[in-house]
């Protein structure tokens, strides 16, 4: 995939950073995990992942098949002293460098648009899952509030905005993702679509 990953992370902090702890408490609520370890696929600057770290007790992996974009991570870790809690993995979503059943909790925001091959990557999440586990993927902006501020900005930048919006988180792609996640044998799992943001649950049953 080209990023810039500079560029990218400006518009991280600069125009999104709102909806990384809107959409961790999201995640905390939804999934009622805070403890464990927890992976952030394409984790860009890590944003997510941190805020997830700030309300829970979870460790974290930030991972992300761009180095330059893992730069970017582990300085925001350093900078704000959490090497204790969280660290970086470099990687592609299509092999995660982890071990079966060895993680709890699975977040990814804004990633899974760009992955190849999604039937082999939610199974490589599956995989690392531990029983009980859950997994929380897609893309949003945690409210329709943040959704209309941050769009009124990035229309200005890019034209496209709307449309790419609209094929990657409206009601259309609930269904191929639905498709892709029942060949992958996965189950069970659950899409939650509204106007901030389409999210796929996917938990990994216990034994
Ligand atoms: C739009 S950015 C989102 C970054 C971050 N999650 C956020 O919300 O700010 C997408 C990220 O996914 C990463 N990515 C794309 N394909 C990937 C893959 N196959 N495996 C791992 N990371 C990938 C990119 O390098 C990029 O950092």
Not at 23 to 37: L, W
Not at 74 to 101: M, S
Request: proline share 3%; glycine share 10%.
């Amino acid at each position: 995939m080209e990023i810039n990953a500079v560029e990218f992370d400006k518009i991280a902090r600069e125009v999104f950073a709102p909806v990384y702890p809107v959409i961790a408490e999201q995640i905390k609520h939804k999934t009622g995990i805070i403890r464990g370890t927890c992976l952030d696929i394409g984790c860009g600057g890590g944003y997510l992942g941190i805020a997830m770290a700030g309300i829970t007790e979870l460790d974290v992996y930030l991972f992300d098949a761009s180095q330059e974009m893992l730069k970017i991570a582990a300085g925001n870790i350093a900078g704000r002293g959490l090497e204790q809690r969280i660290q970086t993995l470099p990687g592609d979503v299509h092999k995660i460098p982890l071990d079966d059943n060895s993680i709890d909790l699975v977040i990814s925001r804004g990633s899974v648009f760009f992955w190849r091959d999604r039937q082999k990557a939610f199974q490589e999440i599956h995989r690392v899952l531990k029983p009980g586990g859950v997994a929380f993927i897609g893309g949003g902006f945690g409210t329709t509030a943040l959704k209309e501020q941050i769009t009124s900005v990035m229309e200005k930048r890019n034209n496209n905005w709307r449309e790419k919006l609209k094929k990657n988180i409206g009601e259309n792609a609930v269904e191929g993702f639905a498709e892709t996640l029942r060949k992958a044998e996965i189950s069970p799992f659950e899409i939650d679509r509204n106007e901030a943001g389409l999210w796929i649950i996917i938990r990994r049953e216990s034994f």
